[in-house]
């Protein structure tokens, strides 16, 4: 059987798809507070930085915002497939990424070179998250 290479972008989107495809499965609301929040959130990181944006998305805690806290888990999805494939650095013992708040806690030690790659892999997933939910997720009529 021959072995299939798939590249980063693929696997960005086959990732983004299959967490997309999951919140199709929640009510109305919560995809259209998640399909807001993945528009707009790439433009949020770059705007106000990936800590930031990410400490946003945690404010967002009432069950009517469950949507936001989806993003935040996504993304944290993500940075672990990251860490996994060697695309980001491994945290160190005292860290981990199993939670969003350990993540941000992880992301808070790092240094700005892997800080700033932590971000662009953040910035090149999220676009996908934010195409997935436009196609896939509930859109009033």
């Known amino acids: 059987m021959a072995t299939?290479?798939?590249t980063?972008?693929?696997k960005r989107s086959a990732k983004a798809y299959f967490l997309v495809q999951e919140v199709a499965?929640?009510?109305a609301a919560v995809q259209e507070k998640y399909k807001t929040c993945a528009k707009n959130f790439p433009s949020?990181?770059?705007t106000n930085g990936l800590?930031?944006?990410?400490s946003f998305l945690l404010s967002k805690k009432a069950d009517e915002e469950k949507g936001y806290s989806l993003v935040?888990?996504?993304?944290?999805?993500?940075?672990e497939t990251a860490i996994n494939d060697g695309l980001l650095n491994k945290p160190e013992q005292?860290?981990?990424v199993s939670s969003v708040g350990e993540m941000i806690r992880w992301l808070s030690s790092l240094d700005v070179r892997n800080y700033l790659?932590?971000?662009h892999e953040v910035i090149s997933f999220t676009p996908w998250l934010k195409r997935f939910a436009q196609g896939l997720l509930y859109s009033p009529s």
């Open 4 to 6: 299939i290479v798939q």
């Open 8 to 10: 980063i972008e693929q």
């Open 25 to 27: 499965k929640k009510d």
């Open 44 to 46: 949020m990181v770059l």
């Open 51 to 54: 800590l930031q944006s990410l």
């Open 72 to 79: 935040a888990e996504h993304v944290r999805t993500w940075i």
């Open 94 to 96: 005292s860290y981990s």
């Open 117 to 119: 790659t932590a971000t």
